[in-house]
Each structure stands twice: as C-alpha cells, then as structure tokens.
C-alpha cells in the first residue's frame, strides 16, 4: 500500500506528534508499504526555520529510509491569532502545491490535525489523488482553542466547527488519540469508523535499566538530590504555575529540585516568576533531543505532569507519560479523568493531585520522597502497566488491522 502522512509537525523537531508519527511512519516501512511524509521546515519549537532548510521553497530527503518532501511555511513567535493563521494556512497552501505537482498517486493518506485547517490539504488532495483519507484528531480543535481562551471569536468558531464536521464526513476513517476524542466524534458522527490510536512507548528504547549514568553531575544535583521531573512544552495548557508554587513550600534541607526541561511561549514569563519569588530549588533546562531521554528519565526520580483545571483536560492523555512509566519511574499526576483512571485508578502508577492545586503537590511529592515502600511499589507497577498496555508495536498491529478490515470493506469497528 502507498501511504502518505500528512503533518505539519515531524522530525528533526522533538514533540509527543513527531515522535508518534514518526514511529509510526517507520513501522508501516519496516512492513513493506511505501510510505511517503509530506511536512513543513522544520521549525518547533524555536519558531525559527532550522539551519540547512532556510530560504527553500520546498525540497526532498530521506529519513529512516522514508522519503520526505518539505515545503515552506511562515514561521512566528508572536502570540497573534491572525499570526497563527497566516503559519497554518501558509503550509495549508505549500503543501497542497508539492501534493498535486510533486507527489504521486497513493492508496491512503494519514493527515494530522492540530492543524485542522491541513485537513482541507488532504481533502483536496484525496479527490485529485484518488486516494482514501484518514484523518488521525490529537485534539478536538476548535473545541480546546475555545475553552483555553485562545480564539474567542464567534463567527471564527462557527466556521472552524463546520469545517471540522465536514472533515470528518469527508474522511474515510477516523482515530482519536484518547478515548475522549473517540467518543466525542463517535457521538457527533455515529456512521463513522473511529479507531482509537492511543498513544505509546518504544520498550527497546525506553525500559528500566536503559540509559547511559551521568546526568545528574552534568546538571550539578547531588546523589540525594530527589528530583521531580517536567519535560514539555512550556505553554498556557500546562499551568506550570503549579510546580513553582509547590516548590515554594519546601526548604533547601529538605533536598527536593524540580526541574522544568523544554521550550514554550511562556517559558521566560515563568524564568522570570521563578527569580522573583527567589526559589533556588527550581531548574530550568533546555528541551532534550529524543535519544537523550533514556538518560535523563533514567536519573529522575518521579515526573509531575499538570494541566489546567479545565473540564476539556479530563480526555486528555500527556504523551511524556510513556516514556516516564516505561523507565520504571512513578507519575505525581495533576489531571483529571481519562489519564487519572487509567495511570492512577487502575494502573497504580502514581499520585495524583487536584489540577492547579500546589498545597496539594508538595504533599504527594513528600509522601513519595519519605516512603520508599510506596515508591518502589509505584515504579513496579510502572513498567509492568504500560508494557502490557502502550506498547507502540501491539498499537500498530492493531491499527494496521483496523485499517485493512475498514478499507476492504469490513464493518464498523
């Protein structure tokens, strides 16, 4: 089968949908379909086209024996709605320029939305192609934008609702990268196949004992440091307002750090609050390349990962939990829902705390850090649940499948 992924995000950027589709990509690969990745210059999160892809209007290269054609996209750091437009809707147009002249014909296209607006690429490109579309939703758009507070607009909400409803009836199959979203589209587009394609982990990457020694010295903590790890994006969704607030409840003898490694718009507004409330508990690093991971999970000793206390984050899932329970590392989980009943409830892979509530934080790290029966437990039970649950190659099969009892024919899955 000749597959082409359609994205705006891909590597060499780092983020939970690069890493995903990439690997994704490259097991369709390995299982001797051609696969082909349409994407933009690669610029997240910096905002900047990186070195080597500046001043091109499109190009093509491989990577992990997958060819990749780019084309060029407008890039901005400024937090401007009509700014953000002008970046989607300038891939939205160089994209579907490649698409019809530079690229072939082929069986399915894999478009992923966020950006929503990329879908009307790969519709246009599914008629003059002839192809089947796939259309893969990481995040109900313009739903989340609306209650983040980011598009208030009403006329501009209406019209992105529709265009959404009419992508997914112009889509031949549909996934949903939590069981929310699945259930959301399934209620709205009760005809519809909906798979849903979880997110995952690499077990030949990430698993207990991977990892090369010395991060921790590199950084500067000590042995008896215990450290409380984020690593993301530094954005409005994650109100990590939280974690420097916990942080301020703890003195220098009590020998916790946390530490904030990643990029964001918001990453110098925090810097900044941090230096003002004078906490020398709190470091923040740059955001690490995928192979450096291993590494630096491996000498962490549990992960925080808050959202906002909103009622559209109880469907969501951070896909840095993976990684982080794969290693054998216990979650302190600030999100409601879908990922507390999975992680917390079921997997009993963590503590979770109410989201934004940093009283409530700094107390699930104490009884992590003062009762190593409880830890131990914790990081057992993480390794154990996700190796029988997220793993990115059973994940695979089972969307393979899905795909090919759908697009032969079979019935509604």
Request: some cysteine; charged content about 25%; overall charge positive.
């Amino acid at each position: 089968m000749r597959i082409l992924f359609l994205t705006q995000y891909y590597p060499p950027e780092v983020g939970a949908p690069q890493n995903r589709l990439s690997e994704l990509a490259v097991r369709f690969h390995q299982g001797g379909n051609q696969v082909e990745v349409l994407t933009a210059m690669p610029n997240y999160p910096s905002m900047r086209i990186f070195p080597g892809y500046r001043g091109k209007w499109h190009l093509r290269e491989e990577l992990d024996g997958i060819t990749i054609y780019r084309s060029w996209i407008f890039v901005t750091s400024r937090p401007s709605v009509f700014l953000r437009l002008m970046v989607y809707f300038s891939f939205v147009i160089s994209s579907l320029y490649v698409g019809l002249f530079r690229l072939k014909r082929f069986d399915l296209i894999l478009c992923e939305s966020p950006p929503l607006f990329l879908g009307i690429t790969a519709w246009l490109l599914k008629k003059a192609k002839r192809a089947k579309l796939l259309f893969n939703v990481s995040d109900l758009w313009p739903e989340s934008a609306e209650k983040l507070g980011l598009v208030t607009n009403r006329f501009f909400l209406r019209i992105s609702r529709q265009l959404e409803e009419a992508l997914y009836r112009g889509s031949d199959l549909i996934s949903g990268q939590t069981q929310g979203i699945v259930a959301n589209i399934e209620a709205r587009m009760p005809e519809k196949r909906v798979f849903w394609l979880k997110n995952g982990v690499d077990l030949s990457v990430y698993s207990p004992g991977k990892g090369n020694p010395g991060w921790r010295s590199e950084c500067g903590f000590d042995p008896g440091d215990f450290i409380l790890f984020y690593g993301g994006i530094l954005g409005y969704a994650q109100g990590l307002e939280v974690i420097l607030n916990a942080a301020a409840r703890f003195t220098a003898g009590e020998r916790i750090r946390f530490v904030i490694a990643g990029e964001g718009p918001l990453k110098k507004e925090l810097m900044a609050q941090a230096a003002d409330m004078g906490l020398t508990n709190v470091n923040f690093l740059p955001a690490y390349p995928k192979n450096r991971m291993p590494d630096v999970i491996s000498e962490i000793d549990a992960s925080v990962i808050p959202l906002r206390k909103l009622d559209l984050f109880k469907g969501a899932i951070p896909s840095k939990i993976f990684e982080i329970l794969a290693m054998g590392k216990p979650l302190l989980l600030g999100v409601e829902g879908e990922a507390k009943t999975l992680f917390i409830d079921e997997g009993r892979c963590g503590l979770a705390f109410p989201p934004e509530d940093d009283g409530a934080l700094a107390e699930v790290v104490r009884q992590l850090g003062q009762n190593r029966e409880l830890y131990d437990g914790l990081a057992g039970n993480a390794y154990l649940y996700v190796s029988q649950r997220f793993d990115r190659d059973l994940i695979f099969s089972e969307f393979q499948q899905f795909i090919q009892s759908n697009l032969d024919g079979g019935g509604k899955r």
